[in-house]
């Protein structure tokens, strides 16, 4: 009874999960410039002359955002600190023009109405020879925003030459999601926003909980178990020990059942692992055990985590039952649900359109051999059936 405990209990974390999936608040689709946010850009630089064409990433880590200043990590071909003032809701200073990264409210709506006096007032590293704004719908990566386009004929103190550069900026939350610069000689430098990711929030760590313990409950009660079951069978050679052996068989033939084991393992070790890659950064599934310990910000969908995380659950759920009860339908169709799972959480996340990375190949596999260990057992168990039929036969 105790051992037919853990698979209860396991069953009913996995019940849990997937209740508080159903209500779990979906990330928000507008992007909020806070602390802890990370805005990922991608950039080219096209020759003009010569012909030619670079490509990168680029990142502004948010390190201090208030109404007065904003304070960025700029990571690409170099990394530095970039510093942006801001009084009464408009920029009054920027390192760099070109890295103006966030227009507040009130300076989106004046500049809509017309009131550019701000641009030429503001201490940066150009000089504002005229400028024009108005409002469209641009798309990029990151999505379709309502934004403000402000096109400026500036001269660059950096580079000393005079060009036309286009700050594009979502009206809604007043980051900016497209920048290009085009000179009158040189190469044209493009910037446009591929995604953000907000600092973690403090009701993410509840959920994060719930999901590590019933992702590990399971796995680690199983562990306990059979260490003590080893030991019992070294000291006293019981017949219970040899009974525990002897399980093995309930649902599974042993070969199957090992096979089924390593892709319970595999499917728990890719909840551990980056799932995805941008520029460098290494992206883990979001309420997984990396991201709770760490605090890194990640791209990749919740329902993914979910569903790699519940596939994991019922594989080990699978695992128990068949060690510790009589049942033998009900671990296969476990197992099935897991493997499906599975896979849907790979193809799910190659469809979402991120690079995948280890995590995701990893529970392939994982599928794969619990496929594998379930078409054994089924072939194992038709032929034990044939052979049974054809001694009855014989016998009569």
Same mark, same amino acid.
């Given at each position: 009874?105790?051992k037919?405990?853990?698979?209860?209990?396991a069953?009913l974390?996995?019940?849990?999960?997937?209740?508080?999936?159903?209500?779990?608040p979906?990330?928000?689709?507008?992007p909020?410039?806070?602390?802890?946010?990370?805005?990922?850009?991608?950039?080219?630089?096209?020759?003009?002359?010569?012909?030619?064409?670079?490509?990168?990433?680029?990142?502004?880590?948010?390190?201090?955002?208030?109404?007065t200043?904003i304070?960025a990590?700029?990571?690409?071909?170099?990394?530095?600190?970039?510093?942006i003032?801001?009084?009464?809701?408009?920029?009054?200073?920027?390192?760099y023009?070109?890295a103006?990264?966030?227009?507040?409210q009130?300076?989106?709506?004046?500049?809509?109405?017309?009131?550019?006096n701000?641009?030429?007032?503001?201490?940066?590293?150009?000089?504002?020879?005229?400028?024009?704004?108005?409002?469209?719908?641009?798309?990029?990566?990151?999505?379709?925003?309502?934004?403000l386009?402000?096109?400026?004929?500036?001269?660059?103190?950096?580079?000393?030459?005079?060009?036309n550069?286009?700050l594009?900026?979502?009206?809604?939350?007043?980051?900016?999601?497209?920048e290009?610069?085009?000179?009158?000689?040189?190469?044209?430098?493009?910037?446009?926003?591929?995604?953000v990711?907000?600092?973690?929030?403090?009701?993410?760590?509840?959920?994060?909980?719930? !999901?590590? $313990?019933? +992702?590990?409950?399971?796995?680690?009660?199983? @562990?306990?178990?059979?260490?003590?079951?080893?030991l019992? %069978? &070294?000291?006293?050679?019981s017949?219970?020990?040899?009974?525990?052996?002897?399980?093995?068989?309930?649902?599974?033939?042993?070969?199957p059942?090992?096979?089924?084991?390593?892709?319970?393992?595999?499917?728990?070790?890719?909840?551990?692992?980056?799932?995805?890659?941008?520029?460098?950064?290494?992206?883990y599934?979001?309420?997984?055990?990396?991201?709770?310990?760490?605090?890194?910000k990640?791209?990749i969908?919740?329902?993914?985590? !979910?569903? $790699?995380? +519940?596939?994991t659950?019922?594989?080990?759920? @699978?695992?128990?039952?068949?060690?510790?009860?009589?049942? %033998? &339908?009900?671990?296969?169709?476990?197992?099935?649900?897991?493997?499906?799972?599975?896979?849907?959480?790979?193809?799910?996340?190659?469809?979402?359109?991120?690079?995948?990375?280890?995590?995701a190949?990893?529970?392939?596999?994982?599928?794969i051999?619990?496929?594998?260990g379930?078409?054994?057992?089924?072939?194992?168990?038709?032929?034990?059936?044939?052979?049974?039929?054809?001694?009855?036969?014989?016998?009569?």
């Amino acid at each position: 009874m105790k051992k037919e405990g853990i698979t209860l209990s396991a069953s009913l974390l996995t019940l849990t999960i997937l209740a508080f999936s159903a209500t779990f608040p979906a990330q928000a689709d507008q992007p909020l410039m806070e602390e802890g946010a990370t805005l990922y850009y991608k950039w080219a630089r096209i020759g003009q002359r010569a012909g030619g064409k670079q490509t990168g990433d680029a990142t502004f880590k948010i390190l201090v955002a208030n109404q007065t200043t904003i304070v960025a990590r700029a990571t690409g071909t170099t990394t530095m600190d970039i510093t942006i003032k801001y009084k009464d809701g408009f920029p009054i200073y920027a390192d760099y023009l070109e890295a103006l990264i966030y227009l507040p409210q009130t300076c989106i709506t004046q500049t809509l109405q017309g009131n550019l006096n701000w641009i030429t007032k503001m201490e940066t590293s150009a000089t504002i020879a005229n400028a024009t704004a108005q409002p469209q719908q641009f798309t990029v990566d990151a999505g379709t925003f309502q934004s403000l386009n402000i096109t400026l004929h500036a001269l660059l103190k950096g580079a000393w030459q005079y060009g036309n550069l286009t700050l594009i900026y979502d009206i809604n939350s007043g980051i900016l999601i497209y920048e290009q610069w085009i000179p009158e000689y040189g190469d044209i430098i493009i910037q446009s926003l591929s995604s953000v990711t907000q600092a973690p929030k403090p009701q993410n760590v509840m959920y994060s909980m719930i !999901l590590i $313990a019933a +992702t590990f409950v399971t796995p680690t009660v199983l @562990a306990i178990c059979k260490t003590r079951e080893a030991l019992k %069978k &070294r000291k006293l050679k019981s017949r219970q020990a040899q009974a525990s052996e002897v399980k093995i068989e309930g649902a599974f033939p042993k070969k199957p059942f090992y096979t089924i084991l390593a892709g319970a393992t595999l499917s728990l070790a890719s909840t551990l692992l980056p799932w995805s890659q941008l520029a460098e950064t290494q992206m883990y599934l979001p309420l997984s055990l990396q991201t709770t310990l760490t605090a890194q910000k990640t791209l990749i969908p919740t329902t993914i985590s !979910l569903t $790699a995380h +519940t596939a994991t659950i019922l594989a080990w759920i @699978a695992v128990a039952t068949s060690l510790y009860t009589k049942m %033998k &339908r009900t671990p296969q169709i476990i197992a099935l649900i897991s493997s499906i799972l599975a896979f849907t959480s790979a193809a799910t996340l190659i469809q979402s359109g991120l690079k995948p990375s280890w995590g995701a190949p990893i529970i392939t596999i994982s599928g794969i051999l619990t496929i594998l260990g379930l078409t054994a057992t089924n072939v194992k168990t038709t032929t034990e059936k044939k052979e049974e039929h054809e001694d009855a036969t014989k016998q009569i």
